[in-house]
């Protein structure tokens, strides 16, 4: 059965600092291609940041220089990194592991930046 484990959201001041963790189980981690994408409320879900299996990082223009993600296939881990936060940078973060299109997605983890 695989899962994919959100946790590390939480509320946090404009300009602050969180990290968000993803653990996943019951797939080969290291041959899975892991991403993070987010939905702000009464929005579509969007790429936030994806990295490749051989590490290779990509990031949506909007978070370019303020997030970072990173893997640990050790820990079958995928990390995002979040510095700098906006308030619109509010939103639910999903999880994502893939091989080809589509995979398997996280139960997601609510992130609110507010004052």
């Known amino acids: 059965q695989v899962q994919l484990v959100e946790s590390g959201g939480g509320l946090v001041q404009p300009g602050g600092s969180l990290r968000v963790s993803c653990a996943a189980s019951?797939?080969?981690?290291?041959?899975?291609?892991m991403g993070w994408y987010r939905q702000a409320p009464g929005k579509q879900r969007d790429m936030g940041a994806t990295i490749a299996v051989g590490g290779t990082t990509n990031y949506a223009d909007s978070v370019k220089g303020r997030l970072t993600i990173s893997r640990d296939n050790a820990k079958n881990t995928v990390y995002l990194q979040m510095n700098s936060l906006k308030l619109e940078d509010t939103a639910v973060y999903y999880c994502?592991?893939?091989?080809?299109?589509?995979?398997?997605w996280g139960q997601g983890t609510q992130v609110t930046v507010s004052s």
């Open positions: 019951g797939i080969l981690f290291s041959r899975y291609h």
């Open positions: 994502n592991a893939r091989i080809g299109v589509g995979g398997y």
